[in-house]
């Protein structure tokens, strides 16, 4: 851990004196800032806010020393009027971007970033860059967007007095999802191994590992769970009941498939036999039902490793 944080530090302190003549400003994304007023900044708790747009959300944690950001989301447009809004309310230096997941919707944000120290899983890594190659991404494009570190179980930044701690807690939505606690706050990023109040998404997600994930995530002590997805009630506490309803849905999901495995059912036969009414209402269900079946029958019979 200790060479993990020295190694980010230096980088940090790299990044920071290589580009901090150069802040980031470009007419075409100011321009397209103007354009989408949809995007919400809002304080969770002093320190901690969320920007959102659309149904996606983006962790923001503020030190003295700067603020470090998790998923740039899902477009250059969007980062930036991200970071529009940060330097007009927070007033504070971004340091270091975190980002969670490789799908496009929270990485093609990235190269909004490219001042500051970028930090992802190493399979993360690795599956950004098998996207970026197999969708033919310009070459510039996928060296702004790819991180510029990568760790394995965790990493702890000491950064204006605060610890700060992106942790690995193993496969769930991917294989190199990223999660950030402030233990002194009791506040927890979970980025997308939390969907409030949406059907989960799992094409690339392994369920059986997703719930021992959250699991892990609830023992770590937080009062505050940040959802990558979904709305924040107006108490954050609340997000606990939020994640559990969450986690009840993944074992409702393993259930079903487990039972139709044990009944002889094929993976084609669970599929069409399968059905969560108590879902059917929420936004994801009619596109990702026939995946999560899919994906948690081949988890249960041992196709997926
Ligand atoms: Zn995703």
């Known amino acids: 851990m200790t060479k993990s944080t020295l190694g980010v530090l230096l980088l940090l302190l790299g990044c920071v004196s290589a580009f901090s003549r150069q802040p980031p400003r470009n007419p075409a994304g100011q321009a397209a800032a103007g354009r989408n007023p949809a995007g919400t900044l809002r304080q969770i708790i002093p320190g901690h806010y969320v920007y959102s747009s659309a149904t996606y959300n983006s962790g923001i944690i503020v030190t003295s020393e700067g603020v470090i950001v998790l998923d ?12 529009e809004a940060m330097a007009s309310t ?46 033919k991404v310009p070459a510039e494009e996928q060296k702004a967007r790819l991180p510029n570190q990568t760790f394995r179980d965790r990493i702890t930044l000491h950064l204006g007095g605060k610890d700060i701690q992106i942790l690995y807690m193993g ?18 990023y979970l980025s997308e191994l939390y969907f ?45 009941q939020g994640l559990r309803r969450f986690r009840q849905m993944l074992v409702d999901v393993r259930d079903a498939v487990q039972k139709e495995i044990a009944r002889g059912a094929t993976e084609d036969q669970a599929v069409a036999a399968i059905r969560w009414p108590q879902y059917e209402k929420l936004q994801g269900y009619d596109t990702q039902r026939e995946t ?5 029958f081949q988890q249960l019979t041992g196709k997926l490793q």
């Open 72 to 83: 740039a989301l899902n477009s250059e447009a969007v980062a930036r009027a991200q970071r």
């Open 90 to 135: 927070i007033r504070q230096p971004v340091r270091i971007l975190v980002s969670s997941t490789f799908h496009n919707n929270y990485s093609k944000g990235n190269v909004a970033y490219a001042d500051v120290l970028k930090i992802g899983h190493e399979n993360y890594r690795t599956d950004l860059l098998e996207l970026m190659q197999r969708e």
């Open 171 to 188: 496969r769930a939505h991917t294989r190199g999802d990223s999660i950030i606690v402030v233990p002194e706050d009791r506040i927890a």
């Open 196 to 240: 409030a109040d949406q059907f989960l998404f799992i094409t690339d997600g392994y369920g059986l590992d997703w719930l021992r994930a959250l699991d892990a995530v609830e023992a770590l002590g937080a009062d505050i769970f940040v959802p990558g997805h979904g709305p924040i009630p107006p108490d954050p506490r609340e997000t606990r």
């Open 292 to 296: 999560a079946v899919r994906r948690l």
